[in-house]
């Protein structure tokens, strides 16, 4: 799918459009700044520029996303008295995985002025948005 691209962009906008996305993978280091990240970010923008505030707000989805993944898959190991980790553990290697790399894509799209949408997250965004 083919994405345009927003000439009437900021440096700026596209600036923190894309830190949105790539300060979610700092969270990975400081507990819970995956989300607080581009919350905050959501919240500075909402009002300021549409571009930031719709790639804040579907990071954080798709961080959300991410996390209700990793919640089921411990339910599910839990429930089946361990024998689940056996989907679980390369369960979670493919998850971490996917959301390194659409988050990277992100970034970079958000960086070239793309309202590029993460799977998921990217559609739930633009309904909050345009509402």
């Not at 719709?54 to 991410?66: D, T």
């Amino acid at each position: 799918m083919s994405y345009p691209q927003d000439s009437s962009l900021t440096a700026d906008e596209k600036l923190w459009g894309m830190l949105a996305h790539l300060f979610t993978l700092l969270g990975y280091v400081v507990t819970v700044g995956q989300y607080i990240a581009p919350l905050v970010i959501y919240l500075v923008y909402k009002d300021r520029s549409k571009f930031v505030a719709f790639h804040a707000l579907q990071s954080l989805f798709f961080q959300l996303l991410a996390l209700a993944v990793v919640v089921a898959l411990a339910i599910f190991s839990i429930v089946t008295l361990g024998l689940g980790l056996l989907i679980a553990l390369p369960a979670l290697v493919a998850l971490w995985i996917a959301v390194l790399v659409y988050t990277i894509i992100a970034a970079i799209q958000a960086n070239n002025g793309v309202w590029y949408e993460l799977p998921f997250a990217g559609q739930l965004a633009r309904n909050i948005l345009s509402a």
